[in-house]
C-alpha cells in the first residue's frame, strides 16, 4: 500500500480496526524481510534485556552487539555483575561511552541480588525507581525481557508514527503519539512488535531523514570531540590502566585547563568513578 492511500484511509476512517491491522501488516512484512538480527534478540533472559537495554541507552544498536556479548561472557548473571570490582565492569564497558551506566548497571545487580532474590521484578513503576532508569528503559524492559505490553516512545518508533499517522504537522509531541501507539499495540507479542517498530524506523532514518526534525522533542546532538563527556572518558580510560595521576598530571596530557579538569574530577569523584589517594586519584575499587 502506497504511503498516500494509508494516509487516506486513516483520514477516513481514524484509528479503525482496518487501519490498525493495515499498519501492523505494513510493519510486520518489512520486519519478516529486514528484520535485523542482534545477540541480545536471541539470547532473552531478564538479566541478558537489563544489560542490554542500559547499553542501547544513547548508543546504536550495531556497536552494542560486540560489547554485549563479551560483557555476559564475563557477567553472565545478578550475581557475578554485583560482587564484580567496578574498575573490572567499567574495562569491559570501556568503547560505549556514557561510562555512569556501567556503575548504575553494577548497582542495580546488587539491589537485585540484595532485595528482589536476584529476579528482575516485571514492574515498571518498581524498575523506574532504579537508578539510570526512566520510564521508556523500564518500559521496554517489561516488554522485551516479559513479553508484557508496555507502553514508550524512543526516536525510531516515534519516526514510524510520524511518519504515517501525522502527515502534515509539525512540532509533534508524544502525548500525542501515545494514544495512537497504544491502540495499536499488537498485544499477542508486544516484544516482537516493538522489534519491528524499531526496525522500520531505522530505515526511515535512511529514506526520510527529516522525519524526527518535525518531533517537538528534536534536539541537534551536541559535538562529542572537545567535550566534557569525551574529556571524562579519557580520565578513566587512564585510570584503568593502573595509573595513579594527580589532577596536574591529567590536565597536562590531556591538555585540559586546571579548572575545567578540577570541576570533571569532583563531578567523577560524586559519581563514584574515582577516589583520592593522598594527591593522586584511581578508579574506586
Known sequence: MLITDFHLLYKQ????????????????????????????????SPYNVLVSELMLQQTQASRVSEKFLEFIQYFPDFESLSKAPLDEVLKIWQG?????????????????????????????????????????????????????????????????????????????????????????????NPRKWYYALMDYGVMLKKTHPGLNKRSAHYRKQSNFKGSTREIRGNILKLLLSGKKLTEHELSSILNCSPKLMSNIINSLLMEGFIEREGHHLRLKK
Open 13 to 44: 476512517q481514524g484509528l479503525s480496526e482496518e487501519v490498525i491491522k493495515t499498519f501492523q501488516l505494513i510493519i510486520y512484512s518489512y520486519f519478516k524481510k529486514y528484520g535485523r538480527k542482534f545477540p541480545f534478540r536471541t539470547q532473552i
Open 96 to 188: 560505549l561511552g556514557y561510562n555512569r551506566r556501567a556503575i548504575a548497571l553494577k548497582d542495580i545487580a546488587m539491589k537485585i541480588v540484595e532485595e528482589f532474590d536476584g529476579q528482575l521484578p516485571n514492574s515498571v513503576e518498581i524498575l523506574k525507581t532504579f537508578p539510570q532508569i526512566g520510564h521508556n528503559t523500564a518500559s521496554s524492559i517489561v516488554a522485551f525481557a516479559f513479553n508484557t505490553p508496555s507502553f514508550f516512545i524512543e526516536t525510531n518508533i516515534r519516526r514510524v508514527y510520524i511518519y504515517y499517522f501525522f502527515p502534515k504537522k509539525n512540532l509533534i509531541s508524544d502525548k500525542e503519539i501515545m494514544p495512537v501507539l497504544e491502540e495499536s499495540m499488537d498485544n499477542e
